[in-house]
């Protein structure tokens, strides 16, 4: 195959798509595509077509793999939770690895990520939302690392979403802790400037502030989604590998072959690691964002 390695054929594997991608003697007939059912799909899209300079996507109601995803992990959390809760009903003790894991996990959120960045008195509340997050964030990441599904925080969309998610609880807890007029007086720091300066620079300083504030959500979504990408991406670079050396003989075909699977196994545990990492990230800058909106300095 030599469009093994073009970006077409690379983004193919980490992108999403209507269908999933599996080996052809899974799916000989549709040459290794899995096509997901379109009950949603309209006959034409919402917006197609363009007018001037700007070009106007398509708003089509698809059913693609990442939201499959999503949705399977959505609902492992849920039935975690839910039976997680029937175990302690009534003030019984969970035991077993798993619910163990669970607490580990809850407990981390609360006093590593929620009380240190928010506060012990108003972290609480939010540790439900920083858990859900959490586990959300790493579940869509794990799903990456199993064979033809994809991870959907490859996706900038999901990520942007999960961004207005923290966004949105930002600007939200923030106003119900200071008030609507108080949160967005309080973005300007005070200052002693002389007669009609400050004004002027207090208008120039909330506008400032406003676009960092959407420019730290916007790179929250950037960050998880690039880290994600390109380590897939580049796991598919060592396995394309494999297929440009096929016609090259046997001997450079079987050393190619062994490095490249080496090489994507080293990687693929960077990867896990990575997976649990900008999980953590992604909840310990949300937790940080919303307690500066509570405390504002």
């Known amino acids: 195959m030599s469009d093994a390695l073009s970006t077409k054929h690379l983004f193919e594997h980490v992108e999403d798509s209507r269908h999933f991608q599996v080996p052809q003697m899974l799916a000989p007939e549709s040459h290794g595509h899995i096509e997901l059912p379109q009950p949603f799909l309209l006959d034409e899209p919402l917006i197609a077509g363009s007018s001037g300079l700007i070009e106007f996507q398509p708003l089509e109601f698809a059913l693609t793999k990442f939201m499959v995803l999503e949705l399977a992990v959505a609902l492992i959390i849920f039935f975690a939770f839910w039976t997680l809760a029937k175990k302690l009903q009534g003030g019984s003790t969970a035991k077993g690895k798993l619910w163990n894991m669970l607490e580990v996990f809850l407990l981390f959120i609360r006093d590593d990520v929620a009380r240190p960045c928010i506060g012990r008195h108003d972290g609480d509340r939010f540790v439900p939302l920083l858990w859900t997050m959490f586990l959300f964030v790493l579940g869509c990441n794990l799903m990456g690392m199993v064979p033809w ?149």
């Not at 900038?156 to 106003?175: E, K, N, P, R, S």
């Not at 420019?215 to 440009?244: C, D, P, Q, S, T």
């Not at 953590?280 to 307690?291: D, E, P, R």
């Open 149 to 297: 599904l994809g991870s959907p925080t490859g996706s900038l969309a999901v990520t942007g979403t999960l961004a207005i998610v923290t966004f949105a609880v930002v600007v939200g807890a923030g106003m119900s802790q200071l008030g609507v007029v108080g949160f967005w007086k309080a973005q300007v720091p005070h200052m002693d400037l002389p007669g009609a300066i400050g004004p002027v620079m207090n208008v120039f300083i909330f506008f400032i502030e406003v676009f960092g504030m959407l420019v730290k959500h916007g790179v929250l979504a950037i960050r998880l989604f690039a880290n994600m990408f390109a380590g897939h991406v580049v796991l598919a670079v060592l396995l394309g590998f494999i297929a440009v050396t096929a016609a090259a003989g046997p001997v450079i075909w079987g050393g190619v072959t062994i490095a490249s699977v080496v090489a994507a196994s080293a990687l693929s545990l960077l990867e896990l690691f990575v997976a649990f990492l900008q999980a953590y990230v992604f909840t310990f800058l949300s937790a940080l964002f919303i307690g500066a909106a509570v405390h504002p300095h």
